[in-house]
């Protein structure tokens, strides 16, 4: 199993840019996807988080901004980020609580779950 993000890049302050990350390989399930990052000196934060349902979090100085959604089809986790700032500078990560496939001749069968990172992107937004 692994996490292919991508997106990210150079905004200007009030801008947008949007981060899209697809989970690959032997699953059997996918819980909560979401982002972190991680400026420079400071520590991980979480920034965003979704169910399978649909249900979100946000980071409280991300509300308003930055909109997460997910096509569970396609394993995918996409965040949406307008109104820029400089403090949205970082290296963005996706995270997905993933159960593992295995199969053999009784049939296949999720394992238990385990966090999936990819790697990271980066955010910079000039002021």
């Known amino acids: 199993v692994q996490l292919q993000a991508s997106g990210g890049g150079l905004a200007q302050a009030g801008g947008s840019l949007s981060l899209n990350c697809t989970a690959s390989?032997?699953?059997?399930?996918?819980?909560?996807m979401g982002w972190y990052r991680q400026a420079p000196g400071n520590q991980r934060e979480s920034v965003s988080f979704i169910s399978p349902y649909g249900f979100t979090n946000y980071l409280e100085s991300v509300k308003g901004r930055f909109t997460i959604s997910r096509d569970n089809a396609k394993n995918t986790v996409y965040l949406r980020m307008n109104a820029l700032k400089p403090e949205d500078t970082a290296i963005y990560y996706c995270v997905a609580d993933i159960s593992q496939k295995f199969c053999s001749s009784a049939g296949c069968y999720g394992g238990t779950t385990s966090d999936y990172w990819g790697q990271g992107t980066q955010v910079t937004v000039s002021s």
């Open positions: 390989g032997s699953i059997y399930a996918i819980n909560n």
